[in-house]
């Protein structure tokens, strides 16, 4: 592949609905100008866009893959994005490399919730957007229709790309004076056509439509001549801030600068760094600067990738991209720049995570090779976590929904060869206290040998500190020295409660009184002591279960919030208010027991067909419900048996 000037490059990327045709329309542009010879088809897994293992084996796409075609001399760099909703993150990745989106629309399923998030998404990076209805060969398809309810879902500003009438309508609502000569009754000329819905595109005041069948191979030209003509010029990319403030313009003769939005793992390659050139021109053998680990990474092998396909790179300019193997540390989201110049871009942001599984290994011994896997596969896909809760042990994989973490699951075995199972999650229960006690803790073991004794007094309390110890001995009846090892073996003692061996909290203990050994008392039986009168202290001053409750935002349309509503009380839920959301759709917010929401996003996602959205944090702890409490109790000593 040649390299190209920035006025002869459009970045484009294809937003939709899972299945709406994004990748087959790629191998139809591919066809159409030539670079393969047979249209590809997403079931017999040989298009170009969708060439990894498990898109092939799954028959839809899991990550952004760049797919340039050359049209009438102009570089169109398209960037095919998944539909799952679960690959969110890829869309977010893809959005900060382009210059504006094609949203699809399938002519025979018209608008899906994927329309209506591929537009939000447009919303909200601001991106020039236009609508290509796929699928027209299709039977019994209403290409009417389907604009109108385009029209009636994204409001006036939709018009049919061969609709002049249309168009001149909404050029003129873009500029007064183009207004005026629309009033007066006067035709806009070609030029002043065209300007009007170049502008308006850009602005996102319109979004025009094409119609394509990438099968019968109509309409497909058209649609890259109007990217060609109606998308920015890669090279008139406004000026990008900098984490500093500063400004980065896309000149050629800048200084070189680049943005990684993609990293990808290929099984001979290794990890390849997907750059934006935001500034400059970047080589093969040139070296630049990673500030956010402060190293130097040489630009071993700089090369073109269409799918998975390589083209050599003699170089690329400031708003191309181009594909970098083998980098060390850089990885999605940092900025490449001169030493000198210490450049950061503000990094991509990804969505927090929603749904989290807790996963152990299927063969005993993998731990270590689960987490250096799963690192692996997160440079690929940040858009989920691992974490490990040091309270319930597990590991825990958290991501934007099932699909993708079954897909982090299957890749971790077929990578890394590591089989991992998900596994119930635990709740970090804890124990406390409702009234008070007053115990004996006595240690005493003075049959031969090195003799062992410890005797404490303690009046156990609820407090509102998390622990709280004294003491308040008198007369010496239980040495100084030893009062620090009592407080030790209280505070091991907090570790696992009597109830169901969670950690203990908001315990006051105070230390009266007690005797000692002359001979036979030492720190350790002072210990143990203590460790006797917390079990008997805490069962005496009636424990109880707390459970974590989360304080939950749930964003949905109007239409829904009765069913979330409902849902919400099912699970124990509290209502605490309900606010309309600016941009439309309502606010609930409610608290629940964490026990009760292990599913959530996942039914969350089928009661509002994906169009609701939740962020959920943890608020406070609160007592379990007897009879639940018994449960979790029984539970426990069935475990320890
Ligand atoms: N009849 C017809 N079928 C099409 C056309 N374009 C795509 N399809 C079919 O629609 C299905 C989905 O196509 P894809 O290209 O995988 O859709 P996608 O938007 O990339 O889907 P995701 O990768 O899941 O987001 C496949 O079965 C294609 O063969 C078309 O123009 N006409
Ligand atoms: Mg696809």
Same mark, same amino acid.
């Not at 601001?126 to 299709?138: E, S």
């Not at 934006?276 to 071993?300: F, I």
């Not at 407080?487 to 005797?515: I, T």
């Not at 829904?560 to 919400?568: A, Q």
């Given at each position: 592949m040649k390299g190209y000037t920035g006025d002869m490059i459009r970045n484009v990327a294809l937003l939709g609905h899972g299945g709406c045709g994004k990748t087959t329309l790629l191998e139809a542009a591919l066809l159409a100008t030539g670079v393969i010879n047979r249209l590809g088809r997403v079931e017999d897994g040989n298009t170009v866009s969708d060439y990894d293992k498990m898109e092939i084996e799954k028959g839809y796409s899991i990550s952004d893959s760049i797919v340039p075609v050359e049209y009438n001399k102009v570089k169109l760099n398209f960037i095919d994005t998944p539909g799952f909703f679960d690959f969110v993150g890829e869309v977010n990745s893809a959005m900060s490399a382009v210059d504006a989106a094609l949203i699809l629309v399938d002519a025979?399923?018209?608008?899906?919730?994927?329309?209506?998030?591929?537009?939000?998404?447009?919303?909200?990076?601001?991106?020039?957007?236009?609508? $290509?209805?796929?699928?027209? #060969?299709?039977? *019994?398809?209403?290409?009417?229709?389907?604009?109108?309810?385009?029209?009636?879902?994204?409001?006036?500003s939709v018009v049919p790309f061969d609709d002049k009438d249309a168009i001149a309508e909404v050029v003129a609502e873009t500029d007064e004076e183009l207004m005026e000569k629309y009033f007066g009754g006067e035709e806009f000329t070609l030029e002043e056509l065209k300007t009007g819905l170049f502008g308006g595109i850009v602005s996102g005041d319109i979004a025009p439509v094409l119609a394509t069948s990438s099968i019968n191979d109509e309409g497909i030209k058209e649609l890259m001549q109007a990217v060609i003509d109606y998308v920015p010029k890669a090279s008139s990319h406004a000026p990008i801030k900098t984490v500093d403030g500063e400004e980065i313009a896309c000149d050629p003769a800048g200084k070189p600068v680049a943005f990684v939005f993609k990293t990808i793992a290929d099984p001979f390659l290794g990890?390849?760094? /997907?750059?934006? $050139?935001? &500034?400059?021109?970047?080589? !093969?053998?040139?070296?630049?600067?990673?500030?956010?680990?402060?190293?130097?990474?040489?630009?071993?092998?700089?090369?073109?990738?269409?799918?998975?396909?390589?083209? #050599?790179?003699p170089g690329a300019v400031a708003g191309d991209i181009v594909a970098a193997a083998k980098l060390q540390f850089?990885? !999605?989201?940092?900025t490449l720049s001169e030493k000198a110049s210490d450049i950061v871009l503000p990094p991509i942001e990804f969505p927090q995570p929603s749904l989290y599984i807790a996963v152990e290994p299927k063969n005993k011994g993998d731990d270590e090779k689960i987490s250096s896997g799963l690192h692996k596969l997160m440079e690929e896909d940040p858009s989920f976590v691992l974490e490990r809760n040091s309270e319930t042990r597990q590991t825990l994989l958290g991501g934007q929904g099932e699909i993708q973490l079954n897909i982090i699951t299957a890749k971790l075995k077929d990578k890394f060869g590591v089989d991992v199972q998900s596994v119930p999650q635990k709740i970090a229960y804890r124990e406390t206290i409702k009234a008070t006690s007053d115990v004996q803790g006595k240690h005493k073991k003075q049959s031969g040998g090195a003799g062992q004794y410890g005797d404490v007094h303690i009046r156990f309390s609820p407090s509102q500190e998390e622990f709280e110890f004294s003491e308040e001995l008198f007369g010496g009846s239980v040495p100084?020295?030893?009062?620090?090892? +009592?407080?030790?073996?209280? /505070?091991?003692?907090? *570790?696992?409660?009597? /109830?169901?061996?969670?950690?203990?909290?908001?315990?006051?203990? $105070?230390?009266?009184?007690?005797?000692?050994?002359?001979?036979?008392?030492?720190?350790?039986?002072?210990?143990?002591?203590?460790?006797?009168?917390?079990?008997?202290?805490?069962?005496?001053? !009636?424990?109880? /279960?707390?459970?974590?409750?989360?304080?939950?935002?749930?964003? +949905?349309?109007?239409?829904?919030?009765? #069913? $979330?509503?409902?849902?919400?009380?099912?699970?124990?839920?509290?209502?605490?208010?309900?606010?309309?959301?600016?941009?439309?759709?309502?606010?609930? +917010?409610?608290?629940?027991?964490?026990?009760?929401?292990?599913?959530?996003?996942?039914?969350?996602?089928?009661?509002?067909?994906?169009?609701? &959205?939740? !962020?959920?944090?943890?608020?406070?702890?609160e007592e379990v419900p007897q009879h639940l409490a018994e449960k979790i109790i029984a539970a426990h000593k069935e475990d320890e048996a």
């Open positions: 025979s399923s018209g608008v899906q919730v994927g329309t209506e998030k591929a537009w939000d998404s447009c919303k909200q990076f601001n991106m020039p957007r236009i609508f $290509v209805i796929t699928k027209t #060969d299709k039977e *019994n398809v209403d290409l009417e229709a389907t604009i109108a309810e385009l029209k009636d879902k994204f409001g006036t990890k390849i760094n /997907l750059l934006k $050139v935001v &500034s400059g021109e970047l080589h !093969t053998g040139m070296e630049l600067y990673n500030s956010r680990v402060e190293k130097a990474e040489k630009l071993g092998s700089l090369f073109f990738l269409r799918g998975k396909n390589q083209g #050599d790179c850089t990885q !999605t989201g940092d100084k020295n030893y009062v620090p090892a +009592v407080e030790k073996g209280l /505070l091991e003692s907090l *570790n696992r409660g009597p /109830l169901a061996g969670c950690k203990v909290v908001n315990v006051k203990a $105070v230390l009266y009184d007690g005797s000692y050994h002359d001979v036979d008392s030492n720190e350790m039986a002072f210990k143990i002591a203590a460790t006797l009168a917390f079990k008997k202290g805490i069962v005496e001053a !009636t424990p109880c /279960l707390l459970e974590p409750i989360m304080h939950l935002e749930v964003s +949905v349309p109007g239409d829904y919030m009765g #069913d $979330v509503m409902g849902d919400m009380n099912k699970r124990r839920g509290k209502i605490l208010g309900m606010e309309p959301k600016a941009g439309g759709g309502q606010k609930l +917010v409610a608290e629940a027991p964490q026990s009760e929401l292990f599913d959530y996003a996942i039914v969350l996602r089928s009661m509002t067909q994906a169009r609701g &959205s939740f !962020t959920m944090t943890f608020e406070r702890y």
